[in-house]
């Protein structure tokens, strides 16, 4: 597989909910370009299949075109991650954004309901 010309992107550089490290398998990552969850093999992201060709659904399934290659496909990804490292910013993250969020909904009136058309013509 080739890469696709693309400048390489950093592990570091990316939101760690975008990339997946572990010890026991390889690494994940969103795919740039579609978001698809693809693994990293010799350092770039795995060639898989962009979204549903439109006006395909029309054609016979033997006639049916194929979707083409994702332009995220053969994206040069280089780790310069340790797990421990890549766990500790999601920690943090996960962390910063229980701060940012509300502790509680506050009511709003509800808008008073429209009388029936039957209602409004027996005036």
Do not use: Y
């Not at 795919?31 to 395909?56: E, F």
């Not at 194929?66 to 766990?87: K, T």
């Amino acid at each position: 597989m080739r890469h696709n010309g693309q400048p390489v992107i950093l592990a570091s550089s990316l939101p760690p909910n975008l990339i997946s490290l572990s010890e026991r398998s390889c690494a994940l990552v969103a795919c740039p370009t579609c978001g698809a969850w693809k693994s990293i093999k010799r350092g770039m992201v795995t060639a898989h299949r962009g979204p549903h060709v439109p006006g395909a659904d029309a054609w016979p399934a033997e006639f049916r075109p194929s979707p083409p290659r994702c332009p995220g496909s053969g994206q040069r990804v280089r780790v310069d991650l340790s797990v421990d490292q890549w766990r500790q910013r999601l920690a943090d993250t996960c962390r910063e954004a229980g701060r940012r969020r509300p502790t509680r909904v506050i009511p709003r009136p509800k808008p008073p309901v429209a009388r029936a058309v039957v209602q409004l013509a027996a005036r």
